[in-house]
T-cell receptor, first 116, second 112 residues
C-alpha cells in the first residue's frame, strides 16, 4: 500500500517564476492538506482540499493556489515566487470524518523548493 | 500569539536519560492532540495521540491537561534512535475537516 507520494522531491526556481507541486494521497484517503515548513519552524497550514474544493485556508496569499482531482490527488501552485517561499512543502492525506473514524494524517516526504 | 508553543530546546541527553517536553495551545476548542516525530530532512510521522486520561506506548508517555491547555511527552530510557525533532500538534476539528497546528518543534539529541 503506497503511502503519500509527492513530486518532485527537490526543485530550484528563480524569483518571479511559477511552480506546481504534486501529491498523491494514501490509498483510500479523500482529503489532502498542504503545509509549508521553513527551516527551523513547524509546518504551517496552507489549505485543505476535499471533494475537489478548497475547504479551509491558512494565512497565505493568493499566489498560493491548489486543485484536487477526482482521484483525490492534488496540486499546489505558487505564482510569482519570492525568496521567502523557499521551504519544504508537505502534503498530508487523511480520511474525512464523514467516511471513517481514523482521521490520522499521513505526510509525504515533501518537496524541497529553493528560490534563487 | 502562536496557536501552539513548545519548549525551545535543544535537549542534549545521554543514553538512558529521561527527558520531558511540554507545550501549550491557545484554542480551548481544540479537539485532538498529537506528538509527531520528524527526523532531519524527513516528513513528520505520528508518534502518538494524546488523551486526557494519559497514554503510554512503551518508553513514551503523553499527557493532556485541558484545563491548563498543556500537553506533555515523557521519554524514558532514551536511545540514540530517539534523536529527532518532536512536534506538538493540535487539531481544531471545529469543522468536519480539521486542520493541524504545529509547534516549532523541540530538537532532541541523545548521545552515547
Amino acid at each position: 500500500d503506497a503511502g503519500v507520494t509527492q513530486s518532485p522531491t527537490h526543485l530550484i526556481k528563480t524569483r518571479g517564476q511559477q511552480v506546481t507541486l504534486r501529491c498523491s494521497p494514501k490509498s483510500g484517503h479523500d482529503t489532502v492538506s498542504w503545509y509549508q515548513q521553513a527551516l527551523g519552524q513547524g509546518p504551517q497550514f496552507i489549505f485543505q482540499y476535499y471533494e475537489e474544493e478548497e475547504r479551509q485556508r491558512g494565512n497565505f496569499p493568493d499566489r498560493f493556489s491548489g486543485h484536487q482531482f477526482p482521484n483525490y490527488s492534488s496540486e499546489l501552485n505558487v505564482n510569482a515566487l519570492l525568496l521567502g517561499d523557499s521551504a519544504l512543502y508537505l502534503c498530508a492525506s487523511s480520511l474525512s470524518v464523514n467516511r471513517g473514524t481514523n482521521t490520522e494524517a499521513f505526510f509525504g516526504q515533501g518537496t524541497r523548493l529553493t528560490v534563487v | 500569539r502562536k496557536e501552539v508553543e513548545q519548549d525551545p530546546g535543544p535537549f542534549n541527553v545521554p543514553e538512558g536519560a529521561t527527558v520531558a517536553f511540554n507545550c501549550t495551545y491557545s484554542n480551548s476548542a481544540s479537539q485532538s492532540f498529537f506528538w509527531y516525530r520528524q527526523d532531519c530532512r524527513k516528513e513528520p510521522k505520528l508518534l502518538m495521540s494524546v488523551y486526557s486520561s494519559g497514554n503510554e506506548d512503551g518508553r513514551f508517555t503523553a499527557q493532556l491537561n485541558r484545563a491548563s491547555q498543556y500537553i506533555s511527552l515523557l521519554i524514558r530510557d532514551s536511545k540514540l534512535s530517539d534523536s529527532a525533532t518532536y512536534l506538538c500538534v493540535v487539531n481544531d476539528r471545529g469543522s468536519t475537516l480539521g486542520r493541524l497546528y504545529f509547534g516549532r518543534g523541540t530538537q532532541l539529541t541523545v548521545w552515547p
